[in-house]
């Protein structure tokens, strides 16, 4: 069986990474197909070093650095990509990559992180951030963002069988494609998140400072306690801005390597996670340490984190993205801390563990396998 694996671009190590990453330790085999390919040369091991078919976007003028800036050729360059080899396409996808085209006698099964955010329900905070709401700019996008969902309707249909990374991400897809999922939590790496049960007396949040993250939004809330100590690990195009609001009580440090950031995960008192998140990786990570979560209670958080209103909670929600509510979690955190077993947190995240993930999606794609070629053999009989 030939088997071809299409990620929508890559360019960095991250949480979607993370999933092509087990795809190609369950089928080495596979061949890779992406948009582009600009990682480094340093970072291709989690890919096996592998070759990557890429798409004519990837030799298009600036491409390196603004391949976003072509969102709009995506439909057309991932239709362009000859699979009719293969006899299985698995896509990751939260943008184009379940959109390639397959014939009858293929199985598709597509790994779905989200239906284009920017396309659907995020589109107006897009344009809002992006300076779109107005303007004949405004207007060419507000029309493409239009198309990309017709497309992405349509390219719904020709898969035959999709996975959501959270049953927050479920509802999506049956809101947008009217399209029943099977939910398969991404992986995480609790093997090197290892748990540690001795706590020094700082929060810890960490983050890319991008505006839907509300970086901001923590490091304002902790103005409100001068006496609690909060790391904040990342960087970003709000960098400036949220250092410019950070009290004496708050120390930016800036972008960490892998490792540094995983000693100060494991000996924070709390691990603090603002955004709205289709599924959350660090949050699971923190718990991996024996961490407790102080989260925004909604989307796939809800999910992977025990509130206080749980026998046995891993974390504590706040309701709204205020810097009042947050401040008020923080209250209750303080006031339930002794409730909170990082024993707890720690067998809560094992749930979500890289070999949960490979034993749950080859399970399903076998699955997938014998009823789509049981229904293959009933029409060639008919």
Partial sequence: MRIAIVHDWLVVYAGAEKVLEQLLHLYPDADIYSIVDFLPAKEREFIRNKSVNTSFIQKLPFARNKFRHYLALMPYAIEQFDLSEYDLIISSSYAVAKGVITGPDQLHISYVHTPIRYAWDLQHQYL?????????????????????????????????????????????????????STVIYPPVDVERFLLEENKKDYYLTASRMVPYKKMDLIVEAFSAFPDKRLLVIGDGPDFEKIKAKAKANVTLLGYQPSEQLRKYMQEAKAFVFAAEEDFGIAPVEAQSCGTPVIAYGKGGVLETIRGLDHEKPTGVFFNQQTVSSLVEAISDFEKNNHRISSLECRHNALRFSASEFREKFSRHVREQQRYFYSESAILEIR
């Avoid at 951030?129 to 017709?150: D, Q, Y």
């Fill in 128 to 180: 809002r951030e992006s300076g779109l709401t107005r303007g004949f700019k405004g207007s060419v996008a507000k029309w493409m963002l239009h198309r990309m969902r017709l497309w992405d309707s349509r390219t719904a249909n020709g898969v035959n069988s999709l996975i959501a990374n959270s049953q927050y991400i479920a509802n999506r897809i049956w809101k947008v494609y009217r399209r029943q």
